[in-house]
């Protein structure tokens, strides 16, 4: 059966339609390219979450209690997007993406990789 489903590309969509929301995950040894990726889906007319990366030069340091408070704001950002872009340049994803990961799955959240290695 033909029609729009819930799973439509940000082309596939009207003007009415509320844009695409992707979360971007991956590694914060990657926060470079976490951001170019945010940037080119935002210039596409895609709504971005993305991850707090941390520390960064001049921060205090960040309590492990604060680490996880921002790990569980992460899974609601992905609760809230219609998919999930993995940034994981030689195909590297460290214990929080497959977390993350996993929890997209498990919420039926498309999940796609920049390096599908």
Request: aromatic share 2%; net charge neutral.
């Amino acid at each position: 059966m033909d029609g729009p489903g819930p799973a439509r590309h940000a082309e596939d969509r009207t003007v009415s339609d509320r844009p695409e929301i992707v979360c971007v995950c991956g590694s914060t040894r990657f926060a470079e390219e976490m951001d170019a990726a945010g940037r080119e889906l935002a210039l596409a007319g895609i709504i971005v979450l993305a991850p707090v990366v941390l520390p960064r030069a001049g921060d205090r340091p960040v309590s492990e209690e604060r680490k996880r408070a921002l790990g569980a704001l992460h899974l609601r950002k992905i609760d809230l997007a219609d998919r999930v872009l993995v940034v994981n340049p030689g195909g590297y994803v460290g214990a929080s993406t497959r977390r993350e990961i996993a929890h997209a799955r498990a919420t039926g959240k498309p999940v796609t990789f920049t390096d599908p290695a």
